[in-house]
């Protein structure tokens, strides 16, 4: 059974970082492309970040380009969001999805995490 | 940018009716194109794949069709457990998503 476990979220005040991490498991993490994807409160979904297979290859957002990086660790089958320089608009349910495919963006998105809060707040 | 839109934004509907999410891209995305379904607090579901191909597992109520810039999803006989928000997804050279369509309880 593929479950993906995000970890990290929590109260972060407006400039500060803050570090989210998905534990996977019931599948061969190292061959799928892994992505970020966010829902602010009662807003819609919005893609945040993904990461190829092998790492090689990572893609942004235009909202989080320069402040979020994202990373993988195919020996612990985890998948990594630091984020830093926070403001109030990156409050949101962040979740990790699988993707169906190795390469981003050629496939959608087969298993989602239970997602973490990360609220920004002084 | 592909910008997707959803109509409607809001759905009202009773246990058993036939309802119909539309998803509009701004150009063709052939048939690259997702649907989930939303519940609050719970993890995204993906329903269909590629515009008609039914998820593992996911009820054969379900259905989506369309190429090009229209598409749907199609709910043939509402059960309890649908009343939630949709989405509609490209995934082709971007990710973008349409902002949800939620099914109410009429």
């Known amino acids: 059974e593929v479950q993906l476990l995000e970890s990290g979220g929590g109260l972060v005040q407006p400039g500060g970082s803050l570090r989210l991490s998905c534990a996977a498991s019931?599948?061969?993490?190292?061959?799928?492309?892994m992505t970020w994807v966010r829902q602010a409160p009662g807003k819609g979904l919005e893609w945040v970040s993904g990461?190829?297979?092998?790492?090689?290859?990572?893609y942004y957002a235009d909202s989080v380009e320069g402040r979020f990086t994202i990373s993988r660790d195919n020996s612990k089958n985890t998948l990594y969001l630091q984020m830093s320089s926070l403001t109030a608009e990156d409050t949101a349910v962040y979740y990790c999805a699988k993707g169906s495919v190795a390469t981003m963006f050629k496939g959608h998105f087969d298993y989602w995490g239970q997602g973490t809060l990360v609220t920004v707040s002084s | 940018d592909i910008q997707m839109t959803q109509s409607p934004s809001t759905l009202s509907a009773s246990v058993g009716d036939r309802v119909t999410i539309t998803c509009r891209a701004s150009?063709?995305?052939?048939?690259?194109l997702a649907w989930y379904q939303k519940k609050p607090g719970k993890a995204p579901k993906l329903l269909i794949y590629?515009?008609?191909s039914l998820e593992s597992g996911v009820p054969s109520r379900f259905s989506g069709s369309g190429s090009g810039t229209e598409f749907t999803l199609t709910i043939s006989s509402l059960q309890p457990d649908d009343f939630a928000t949709y989405y509609c997804?490209?995934?082709?050279?971007?990710?973008?998503f349409g902002q949800g369509t939620k099914l109410e309880i009429k």
């Open positions: 990461i190829s297979d092998s790492g090689g290859a990572t």
């Open positions: 590629k515009a008609s």
């Open positions: 150009q063709s995305i052939s048939n690259w």
């Open positions: 019931g599948f061969t993490f190292s061959n799928y492309a």
């Open positions: 997804q490209y995934y082709n050279s971007y990710y973008t």
